[in-house]
């Protein structure tokens, strides 16, 4: 069974940078598109990124096009998402995910932007 532990989240002002990090065990995922989605309180779960695991194009939402970059580290089954310029509407938790037969998911972390 995969399983997928995000980290980095926390509390940033306006302007300011995080970078999450998304572990994978239990089965390498070196040929297969990862993913970073999130939900913020009272609001459905939406599409922030992905990656494929074999070209590594990657896809944004336009909400976050030209802030986030995401990336792989395939030898160490690791996904990064990187944030810049953060603003108090990306405040959400945060989810890995990726699709191996069926969907699997992380249980999350909270990023909030406030100042």
């Known amino acids: 069974q995969v399983q997928l532990v995000e980290s980095g989240g926390g509390l940033v002002q306006p302007g300011g940078s995080l970078r999450l990090s998304c572990a994978a065990s239990g089965r390498p995922f070196l040929t297969y598109a990862m993913d970073w989605f999130r939900q913020a309180p009272g609001k459905e779960r939406e599409f922030v990124a992905t990656?494929?695991?074999?070209?590594?194009?990657?896809n944004y939402a336009n909400s976050v096009k030209g802030r986030f970059t995401i990336s792989r580290d395939n030898t160490k089954n690791t996904l990064y998402q990187q944030m810049n310029s953060l603003k108090p509407e990306d405040t959400a938790v945060y989810y890995c995910?990726?699709?191996?037969?069926?969907?699997?998911w992380g249980q999350g972390t909270q990023v909030t932007v406030s100042s």
């Open positions: 995910h990726t699709r191996i037969g069926r969907s699997y």
């Open positions: 990656i494929t695991g074999t070209s590594g194009s990657t």
